[in-house]
């Protein structure tokens, strides 16, 4: 009788902490939600949970901590969303300005979240599995980007192929799929991203709109994609 009282004790005690944790990242969430990233002190966010300044120590050995948690439940909303609008039966080119709409709604629409997510040199990326939320993201991007490059390339073979067949030529070899991503897709990967971020900052902050004179990002977002992807195809 008196293990079963201990281990509901122990129980209860537990809730009670896992709802505590998730109250304080809750009240971080609203904080960066209404004022921005630089508003996350853990003394707001504590006065916000209704609990005592150092409560938060608890949970979170370290303000990085807290912040990281924070970061976390915003790639985890980003990828939802991104699950959402994917169509995996599209091209890969079509996906993946699918994701690059998403990203740039999401940087529009969660300003605070999507600045905190992004600033590593403020999170602890290693720990309470920020990175494992976070660098899949990069990782689809970048399995996208090496699809849709090798249809491009594959149908530059294909085109140089029956060319040398009507000349008489030997057409080349194909050497088959390679192992995972090309490292030219990660760097290709890595440009883009970096292109939309700027996109979605420099929009933000209105200096796209009046050095282009633009009212809509779209023809920036197809830009960008048609310089690191190449033209796309036009449907006869």
């Given amino acids: 009788m008196q293990q079963h009282e ?56 370290t303000h990085l901590d807290l912040l990281s948690a924070i970061a976390r439940q915003g790639f985890a909303e980003l990828a939802d969303r991104l ?43 290693g720990r309470l599995g920020l990175r494992e939320t976070s660098l899949p993201l990069f990782a689809h991007l970048t399995e996208l980007v090496d ?41 290709r990967a890595g440009a883009l991203w970096a292109n939309l971020h700027g996109i979605a900052q420099l929009w933000h902050w209105g200096s796209l709109g009046l050095a282009t004179g633009g009212t809509d990002p779209a023809p920036l977002l197809a830009a960008a994609l048609d310089a690191h992807l190449g033209p796309a195809e036009v449907t006869p």
């Fill in 6 to 61: 201990e281990r509901d004790e122990h129980d209860n005690r537990e809730d009670h902490d896992d709802g505590l944790r998730g109250r304080l990242v809750r009240a971080g969430v609203e904080l960066v939600d209404a004022e921005g990233a630089q508003a996350l002190s853990l003394r707001e966010i504590a006065r916000r949970a209704g609990v005592s300044h150092g409560a938060p120590r608890r949970y979170f050995p």
């Fill in 147 to 187: 699809r849709a490059t090798n249809t491009r390339r594959e149908a530059a073979t294909a085109t140089g192929r029956d060319a040398a067949t009507k000349s008489g030529r030997n057409a080349a070899t194909d050497t088959g799929p390679t192992a995972g991503p090309s490292a030219d897709a990660v760097l």
């Fill in 83 to 125: 699950a959402e609008e994917d169509r995996e039966e599209a091209g890969a080119r079509e996906r993946i300005a699918i994701l690059a709409r998403v990203y740039l709604a999401y940087a529009g629409t969660r300003r605070g979240m999507y600045e905190l997510m992004f600033r590593h040199d403020l999170l602890e990326s």
